[in-house]
């Protein structure tokens, strides 16, 4: 399993998940809460400010550059599940990430 390092230190909120080969992990660094997902070597990560109310951030990788905010976890998951090729369905999501977006 693959997960680039973010450019700061997971605290110590982790969790993992996994369903259909798919992996996700969230973590929080001092300033984002991160939800990365990989499949077949191929990575997409939804981010959100630590205090958890501002836009979603997509990227195709925990690191990347964003690609598009949206305001609803269920639009950001559908746009990392595009990115990885499955179903936003397939996506496994950790119970400390469910309450990510607005």
């Given at each position: 399993?693959f997960?680039?390092?973010?450019?700061?230190?997971?605290?110590?909120?982790?969790?993992?998940?996994?369903?259909?080969?798919?992996?996700?992990?969230?973590y929080?660094?001092?300033?984002?809460?991160?939800?990365?997902?990989?499949?077949?070597?191929?990575?997409?990560?939804?981010?959100?400010?630590?205090?958890?109310?501002?836009?979603?951030?997509?990227?195709?990788?925990?690191?990347?550059?964003?690609?598009?905010?949206?305001?609803?976890?269920?639009?950001?998951?559908?746009?990392?599940?595009?990115?990885?090729?499955v179903?936003?369905?397939?996506?496994?999501?950790?119970?400390?990430?469910?309450?990510?977006?607005?």
């Amino acid at each position: 399993m693959f997960f680039p390092c973010p450019a700061e230190s997971p605290t110590m909120t982790e969790e993992t998940a996994e369903a259909d080969g798919v992996t996700a992990r969230y973590y929080e660094t001092d300033t984002e809460r991160v939800l990365a997902f990989e499949r077949d070597g191929q990575t997409a990560a939804v981010a959100q400010n630590v205090e958890g109310y501002a836009m979603l951030k997509v990227r195709p990788s925990a690191d990347g550059d964003e690609l598009e905010r949206y305001y609803g976890f269920d639009m950001a998951l559908d746009h990392a599940a595009e990115l990885l090729g499955v179903r936003p369905n397939d996506l496994p999501v950790p119970d400390a990430a469910a309450d990510m977006g607005m």
